[in-house]
């Protein structure tokens, strides 16, 4: 969407009516759907041309309704130079995402263990991409196939899945779920430095 529709004439109604699309989206998916412009644009009850206006894509709606869909970096800027430093700020960042968005993400994992094939926004792996660049300080030690590895590893500690068992069968409450998720990683990246994780 332009930048200078939403700040040209009746500003607060229109950003009445993004935070609607965005609203809808959201419960969309929390339903299990991927949702297009117009299915959105009718849940929320705006017409398409209206909704078109704001999101001219699905993949642009996708993206305001989840920003980090489209991060290609959760490192802030400049990045720190220090492994823990930069392994700190990229899963602080993912695990606060997650539990944000958690019914989302819940809807999401169903469907990914479903028997049917789903496009699933929030499943898409780009996480991993931000957990490898995180791990650079390590590229020279371990590899690229070992920083790819340890990544995954990172990423187990830290979504959905693992949320979802600490939460609902060790019964942990949410700031504790983040807290030994946030140690998991940590453990993980301080031993792979020692012991590489298998290739």
């Known amino acids: 969407m332009s930048t200078g529709y939403l700040k040209s004439g009746r500003t607060r109604q229109k950003q009445r009516t993004r935070d609607q699309l965005i609203a809808a989206t959201r419960e969309l998916i929390t339903a299990g759907d991927t949702p297009r412009v117009e299915e959105v644009a009718e849940a929320a009850g705006i017409s398409r041309t209206t909704a078109y206006r704001y999101f001219a894509s699905q993949a642009e709606l996708l993206a305001a309704a989840y920003p980090e869909t489209a991060a290609t970096s959760v490192l802030p800027d400049p990045p720190p130079a220090a492994l823990d430093e930069r392994v700190a700020a990229v899963t602080g960042f993912f695990i606060d995402g997650v539990q944000e968005a958690e019914p989302q993400q819940r809807a999401m994992l169903r469907l990914s263990l479903g028997d049917v094939p789903h496009e699933l926004p929030l499943r898409q792996g780009r996480a991993i991409a931000w957990f490898v660049e995180a791990l650079a300080p390590t ?23 693992t949320r979802v068992w600490l939460s609902d069968v060790a019964g942990l409450a949410p700031a504790q779920v983040s807290a030994l998720q946030q140690w998991m990683v940590d453990a993980v990246v301080n031993h792979a430095l020692t012991t590489p994780p298998p290739t």
Do not use: K, N
């Open 139 to 161: 590229a020279e030690t371990l590899g690229d196939e070992g920083v790819r590895q340890l990544a995954l590893a990172m990423r187990a500690a830290c979504g959905i899945e």
